[in-house]
């Protein structure tokens, strides 16, 4: 053990005396100032990578179909767990509800309500007033303000 302690103690300072030339002087390089033209690049960088992210963005979206109203034609309404892993969820799509049975490998509609027939109306729904964060958001998304 003693000798690989030495060999490694006589390698960490041998091998990097191996590497350096002697009694040569290396030029050090000028500490080089930042001008207004460098943080103008920096900038215009910036803004093209910018760009480029939220053109990728709107890309996908326009790719994907995603639509920032589609949160409006289909919602959960509510729902009930029956266990560790099933439950049952009424989903309000348009005009219809679907009461599914959901569970880790199915999803199974148990039955459709239409007209009449449904649980909770939307006119109902509009007029329960949520507060705090949830409330904020919701009138930002919609694009309604209480001035």
């Given at each position: 053990?003693?000798?690989?302690?030495?060999?490694?103690?006589?390698?960490?300072?041998?091998?990097?005396?191996?590497?350096?030339?002697?009694?040569?002087?290396?030029?050090?390089?000028?500490?080089?100032?930042?001008?207004?033209?460098?943080?103008?690049?920096?900038?215009?960088?910036?803004?093209?990578?910018?760009?480029?992210?939220?053109?990728?963005?709107?890309?996908?979206?326009?790719?994907?179909?995603?639509?920032?109203?589609?949160?409006?034609?289909?919602?959960?309404?509510?729902?009930?767990s029956l266990g560790m892993r099933e439950k049952v969820?009424?989903?309000?799509?348009?005009?219809?509800?679907?009461?599914l049975g959901v569970t880790p490998g199915r999803i199974?509609?148990?039955?459709?309500?239409?007209?009449?027939?449904?649980?909770?109306?939307?006119?109902?729904?509009?007029?329960?007033?949520?507060?705090?964060?949830?409330?904020?958001?919701a009138q930002a998304m919609k694009g309604r303000s209480?001035?």
């Open positions: 053990m003693p000798e690989k302690l030495m060999l490694a103690w006589s390698m960490f300072w041998w091998f990097p005396a191996c590497f350096a030339a002697p009694g040569v002087d290396v030029p050090k390089q000028a500490v080089r100032t930042i001008s207004a033209g460098d943080m103008l690049h920096w900038g215009v960088g910036l803004l093209v990578v910018l760009a480029v992210f939220f053109f990728c963005v709107w890309g996908m979206r326009k790719l994907s179909g995603i639509s920032v109203g589609g949160a409006e034609k289909m919602r959960i309404v509510g729902g009930l969820i009424l989903l309000q799509v348009g005009k219809k509800q679907l009461i199974d509609a148990l039955h459709v309500l239409e007209g009449d027939d449904c649980l909770t109306s939307n006119e109902s729904s509009s007029i329960v007033k949520d507060s705090g964060f949830a409330a904020i958001v209480d001035g």
